[in-house]
Nanobody, 127 residues
Framework: QVQLVETGGGLVQAGGSLRLSCAAS????????MAWFRQCPGKEREVVAV????????YYTDSAKGRFTISRDNTKNTVYLQMNSLKPEDTAVYYC????????????????????WGQGTQVTVSS
C-alpha cells in the first residue's frame, strides 16, 4: 500500500505558476504509475498528466500540453506537477494517484485504473 499527500495548491493570478508535490509513504514509489487528476467545479474528474514508473513515458491531456510538466523523483518518493501560464479554467481540486503496475514503461489514463488517491489540493486561478 501507499499513502499520498498533495501540497502546493493555492490562489494564483492568471498567467502565474504553481508547483504541486505529491509525497508518497509506504511502498516505494517506483512500483507505481503516477498521475495527476483534477475535478473542476461542476465537472467530472479528468486526467491531467501521467508518468510511467521509469519516467520514460508521459501523457498530458490536451489542455495541459505545453503548460504543465509532470516529473517524479523515485529516490524522494515524490511526484511533481509544474503548472505554468495558469488560466481560470484550471481552477480545480488536484489529486495525485498511483496505479500498481508490473511494467516499467506503461501508463494508464482512466481514473478506475488507479488504486490509491490523495486527499486533493485546491488550485484557484483568478482572472
Amino acid at each position: 500500500q501507499v499513502q499520498l499527500v498533495e501540497t502546493g495548491g493555492g490562489l494564483v493570478q492568471a498567467g502565474g505558476s504553481l508547483r504541486l508535490s505529491c509525497a508518497a509513504s509506504g511502498r516505494a514509489l517506483d512500483n507505481y504509475v503516477m498521475a495527476w487528476f483534477r475535478q473542476c467545479p461542476g465537472k467530472e474528474r479528468e486526467v491531467v498528466a501521467v508518468i510511467s514508473r521509469n519516467a520514460v513515458r508521459i501523457y498530458y491531456t490536451d489542455s495541459a500540453k505545453g503548460r504543465f510538466t509532470i516529473s517524479r523523483d523515485n529516490t524522494k518518493n515524490t511526484v511533481y506537477l509544474q503548472m505554468n501560464s495558469l488560466k481560470p479554467e484550471d481552477t480545480a481540486v488536484y489529486y495525485c494517484s498511483a496505479d500498481t503496475s508490473p511494467t516499467w514503461g506503461s501508463i494508464a489514463i482512466r481514473g478506475p485504473d488507479y488504486d490509491y488517491w490523495g486527499q486533493g489540493t485546491q488550485v484557484t486561478v483568478s482572472s
